[in-house]
């Protein structure tokens, strides 16, 4: 049994197990979870009702969350006098799933981020975002409901694990005259100078995760977004670490652009004119030359694909990214659906799950029960997909679909939204719980 220092587990439930690869869940789970700084309390006490409904009205008294509570960011510092306790730590790597609300994270000074840091200590190394549109939701594009992707941003390395000197510092000034004398470079001398390391071993396992994923939930691409034409030996490594992994170890499973292509250019009676025209030909395995559907594996210059996701929304599907360049598409692709209000996110190791809602802690909103609680609700949906509960994560998605298109939303959506009042954060988690239960 696993010894805390102040902490005090629930004396009922189990911990969720591995064996065998694969995630072993009790009926009566123990699930940790942090509250959060800012809008935290708010948006944790919207949520977790909704999830306890959710889990009732599916399975009845056979299943039950045990709730624990442990502690990051603020309510740490007055338990632990450190933001970060080992307490916490621990209690992941022990039970396995858990899911918290945002922590602040300081701007220049201060702590290091409490997120970035508990990626890299509990090797959480995909950050992963769904992006998907609920019908009702105001949307700045045309056709949001196009946008059905999943984000898998890698999520320990590129500028995670970056190192800089600052300018002016005697540190910098010997990096500088190392780069210039001894490797050939020309960096101006009042230059801050920063480093983003990327290597083979977590680009191969981002995309082996995000390929996986696409395999067993039968989407139809996975696409490798990098800067590799000016970043050649990380950005472009990115790339080509990726269709290593895609070739060398899913080879019947899937098919790069360029043989979709080559195949659709051939004597088989097939010529669309256009690349588009051939991944028509994939839906519904009627890929050219090959009796099953295999995902096709492709990649974009992340510039082109900021404007790709806008243009072409619907060609695009799974998406593996270095760091910050995920945290840039995925930000950009959930204002295509309604906001970060509705996004939710997970951070995945080898097979240790943290849930989180995807935006922050906004602080200047704290206890006015005012905001959007649907990206840790939905969170909470991709946590009990991941337990295997899908049952109780439908019921949630359908309700809050329902308590949308009903204009029962708050504040961020009713000002969208001609003659809607808004309701608050405690109200909308009811109002979805009334929908499950109708």
């Known amino acids: 049994m696993i010894e805390f220092d102040k902490l005090a587990p629930p004396e009922k439930g189990r911990k969720i197990e591995m064996e065998k690869g694969k995630l072993q869940v009790p009926d009566q789970p123990v699930i940790p979870f942090i509250e959060g700084d800012g809008i935290g309390p708010d948006i944790m006490n919207a949520s ?44 992941i790597e022990h039970y396995i799933v858990a899911i918290k609300g945002p922590l602040t994270t300081p701007v220049a000074g201060g702590y290091r981020s409490l997120n970035v840091t508990m990626r890299q200590m509990l090797e959480l190394y995909a950050c992963v975002r769904p992006v ?38 005697e540190e910098v000034k010997k990096v ?31 995309v082996r995760k995000a390929i996986k994923y696409a395999i067993d939930n039968e989407r139809n691409s996975v696409t490798l977004v990098h800067k590799g034409n000016i970043m050649k030996f ?28 080559d195949q659709v250019k051939g004597p088989d009676g097939v010529t669309p004119t256009t690349k588009k025209g051939a991944f028509k030909h994939l839906r519904g395995g009627r890929e050219p030359g090959n009796p099953g559907k295999r995902i096709v594996i492709k990649d974009r210059i992340a510039d082109q694909m900021f404007q790709q996701v806008l243009t072409r929304t619907d060609e695009y599907d799974v998406v593996a990214l270095p760091n910050l360049n995920g945290d840039y598409l995925s930000d950009a692709c959930a204002a295509q659906i309604g906001g970060l209000g509705i996004a939710p996110g997970a951070n995945i190791g080898d097979y240790i799950a943290l849930f989180e809602p995807t935006h922050g802690s906004a602080p200047k909103y ?5 905001v959007n609680p649907s990206s840790l609700i939905l969170s909470g949906v991709m946590m009990l997909k991941y337990m295997g509960w899908v049952e109780a994560a439908e019921l949630i998605e359908d309700a809050l679909g329902k308590t949308i ?30 929908r499950m239960k109708n």
């Open 132 to 169: 998907k549109y609920y019908r009702g939701v105001p949307s700045p594009v045309n056709n949001p409901e196009q946008m059905d992707m999943v984000i898998f941003r890698e999520n320990t390395e590129d500028v995670y694990a970056g190192i800089e000197w600052e300018q002016g510092t």
């Open 176 to 206: 500088i005259e190392f780069l210039n004398k001894k490797m050939g470079t020309d960096i101006a001398e009042d230059s801050g100078v920063g480093v983003k390391p990327m290597s083979i071993r977590g680009t191969k396992r981002l």
């Open 48 to 91: 977790q009702p909704v999830w306890n409904a959710a889990v009732e009205i599916a399975y009845g008294d056979k299943r039950k969350i045990n709730w624990f509570e442990i502690y990051g960011g603020e309510k740490a510092s007055e338990m632990y006098g450190e933001p970060l306790p080992q307490d916490t730590i621990n209690a």
């Open 366 to 370: 704290r206890g006015l029960d005012r």
């Open 234 to 261: 990380t950005e472009g490594a990115f790339r080509d670490w990726g269709y290593e992994v895609a070739v060398d170890e899913f080879r019947d499973h899937v098919i790069t652009e360029d043989e979709l292509w």
């Open 405 to 434: 298109m009903d204009r029962k939303v708050t504040y961020d959506f009713a000002r969208h939204l001609k003659g809607v009042e808004p309701i608050k954060t405690s109200e909308f988690g009811q109002e979805i719980i009334r």
